[in-house]
């Protein structure tokens, strides 16, 4: 009965060895010992966004490319990289999809100038016809 129950414990634990087992990156599955260090990779890894699920973030998704990227992250905050340092590396490695927080540059003004854009068209056209329906009574 007792090498049923540990098996049976096997079993259910299997998988979650398995996993860790399989990655190659060392770091996907396991925390830093630095507290503060694993902080900042945690907050890092909540801003990019995983490429093969493409709307989690690294930190969310299961992937096998987030759990390499987590492993990234970790390893060159443990080697001293700022996070800014990290993100860039990504961007040019990945582009600007992996990050959630797109940087301005001369590909990316469009995205910030034309919401601005058309939030002013609508507040001409809205100002434009009530002062004509204000001055007509």
Do not use: H, N
Not at 8 to 36: C, G, K, N, V, W
Not at 42 to 70: F, H, K, N, V
Request: charged share 20%; with cysteine.
């Amino acid at each position: 009965m007792k090498r049923l129950i540990a098996f049976i414990a096997l079993a259910l634990a299997a998988p979650a060895f398995a996993q860790e087992e399989q990655s190659t990156a060392p770091y996907a599955y396991r925390q830093l010992s630095d507290p503060a260090k694993e902080a900042k990779a945690q907050d890092l890894m909540e801003t990019l966004r995983c490429l093969q699920c493409q709307g989690q973030s690294i930190a969310d998704s299961d992937a096998p490319i987030a759990g390499s990227m987590r492993s990234l992250v970790r390893e060159r905050i443990a080697a001293g990289e700022t996070p800014e340092q990290i993100r860039t590396w990504l961007i040019e490695r990945y582009g600007d999809y992996v990050s959630y927080a797109p940087q301005l540059t001369g590909l990316t003004w469009p995205l910030f100038a034309v919401p601005a854009v058309l939030m002013l068209i609508a507040f001409l056209l809205l100002r434009r016809r009530f002062s004509k329906k204000g001055g007509a009574q």
